[in-house]
């Protein structure tokens, strides 16, 4: 490891070894960053804003520090990007919103204050789709990032972090952050071929982040890798007293168990009916994934369902409507409002729930959790494939659905989940596998995602790409 170009092809841990080594330094980190974001960003339209300069002098500073014996810990001097729904103070977040180009933020997250607090460098915010409300990953008034696995056509890149999923996959950004609400994370996981955390509610803080649920919203961490992520996660994780709902869980301190594999571990496919509607490049990489884990110690075994998962996404997004009407009425109700006309009628399905219904959804919903822990109680994780297809072309999305069929069932039951890459389809494009875990359970996520990681090489998988391409 000696040309800080190649820095962004390592790994977080090779990254933190070269900066404590002193054999690379926070500036040329940074400096290849910024040069890999200046070649892409204009074709893959991952940043809305880059903080070039101030990234820059952040590094110089991380060096300084090091140099001086005051290094904040392994990751100072860590470039990240920030999905632009975290608030950081005098800076924009629009929301994916064009009309809130101009809102200036009057706080800074919790999430972020934390990032910073390890000397993490933040290189820019990423695009998503408006107001964090849609899978697929558009953005009519902001911009599609482009999906870096497929040159010629414009794909999904997945969303709501559409843009943080880009920046990853195309390594102009190390690791990012998302937000989860039905899917956001894990859905461009899954399309753009990295790993991606929902972490259960409470977690990570959401102070200072822009809502869409107050029921469902999670932050969670975007990287190449399971391990990756962990650490993003264990920054980002633990109480906070300006979100009560992160307060009474006990922090995970350390992932003692990360490295301790599946051996003796009893996991569960998902029905057979099920299978119905996913592709068979999808279904193939979910079966042989299996294959792994069984091979690997894994007790695979069969789990009966209460309900389907298409019933339970249905739930998860009338709590969505219902939530974001409340929060966002005034702005979608106007019509001379120049919105995302794919957006707003997700939205609008809000405006007609009454309050009997949405009560009664919550009702249901704490129905359920009861239902499905005592379904869990045998388990230690539920599989299925993250997403049903792997990305498709822009051209062919109707907006009337969403690709959200299996990851909203964590959203709506309170569990944890991760989503990693686990194959390729005839033309190249990633599948993923999804695994879902109980509430507070994100130790055994990711050491289900390290353990099948360590087996495979599927996360090891980057998109071609190159200037020629940019221009």
């Excluded at 933190?16 to 290849?32: K, N, P, T, Y």
């Excluded at 989860?180 to 977690?203: E, N, Q």
């Excluded at 959804?361 to 009861?370: G, V």
């Excluded at 944890?416 to 990633?430: F, Q, T, V």
């Amino acid at each position: 490891m000696t040309l800080s170009g190649d820095s962004p092809d390592w790994s977080i841990t090779q990254q933190s070894e070269a900066l404590a080594s002193g054999h690379l330094s926070a500036v040329e980190l940074i400096g290849a960053y910024l040069e890999r974001i200046d070649a892409l960003d204009g074709k893959l339209h991952a940043y809305v804003e880059v903080y070039a300069t101030e990234a820059r002098l952040a590094a110089e500073a991380a060096d300084k520090a090091r140099r001086s014996g005051h290094a904040l810990g392994p990751l100072h001097g860590i470039p990240i990007a920030l999905k632009d729904l975290a608030d950081i103070e005098g800076r924009i977040t629009t929301g994916g919103c064009a009309l809130w180009k101009n809102r200036r933020s009057k706080v800074t997250a919790t999430l972020v204050r934390r990032l910073i607090a390890q000397g993490m460098i933040v290189l820019g915010k990423t695009h998503m789709v408006e107001f964090a409300f849609g899978g697929w990953g558009t953005n009519t008034g902001m911009g599609t990032p482009w999906n870096p696995w497929d040159l010629q056509q414009a794909r999904t890149p997945g969303g709501s972090s559409s843009g943080s999923g880009v920046a990853v996959a195309a390594r102009l950004a190390p690791w990012a952050l998302g937000t989860d609400t039905g899917g956001s994370v894990r859905l461009p996981a899954s399309l753009c071929g990295i790993t991606g955390l929902k972490t259960s509610a409470g977690r990570i803080s959401n102070y200072g982040v822009l809502p869409l649920s107050q029921t469902l919203d999670t932050p969670g961490p975007m990287g190449a890798t399971a391990k990756d992520v962990a650490q993003l996660y264990l920054v980002m994780q633990g109480p906070d007293p300006l979100d009560r709902r992160t307060l009474g869980l006990p922090p995970e301190l350390t992932l003692r168990t990360l490295h301790k594999g599946v051996a003796g571990l009893r996991l569960a496919r998902m029905p057979d009916s099920e299978r119905e509607g996913v592709s068979s490049p999808v279904l193939a990489a979910y079966d042989r994934s299996l294959d792994e884990l069984s091979r690997l110690g894994a007790e695979i075994v069969s789990l009966r369902l209460p309900v389907s998962f298409s019933d339970v996404a249905a739930l998860n997004g009338r709590i969505m409507a219902a939530e974001s009407y409340a929060l966002l009425a005034d702005t979608v109700d106007d019509v001379d409002l120049a919105l995302d006309e794919d957006v707003r009628p997700r939205i609008l399905a809000g405006r007609g729930i009454t309050a009997y219904d949405y009560l009664r959804a919550l009702a249901r919903r704490n129905q359920m959790i009861d239902e499905f822990d005592h379904a869990l109680a045998e388990v230690d994780a539920l599989l299925t494939p993250t997403t049903a297809t792997t990305a498709i072309p822009l051209t062919q999305v109707d907006q009337g659905n969403a690709p959200s069929r299996f990851t909203r069932f964590a959203n709506f039951l309170d569990l944890c989940a991760i989503a990693m890459p686990n194959g390729a389809d005839e033309n190249g494009l990633p599948t993923s596998l999804h695994v879902m875990c109980r509430r507070y359970d994100e130790a055994m996520a990711l050491r289900i995602g390290c353990a099948y990681q360590k087996a495979t090489d599927w996360h090891m998988r980057r998109p071609v790409l190159d200037t020629h391409f940019a221009h």
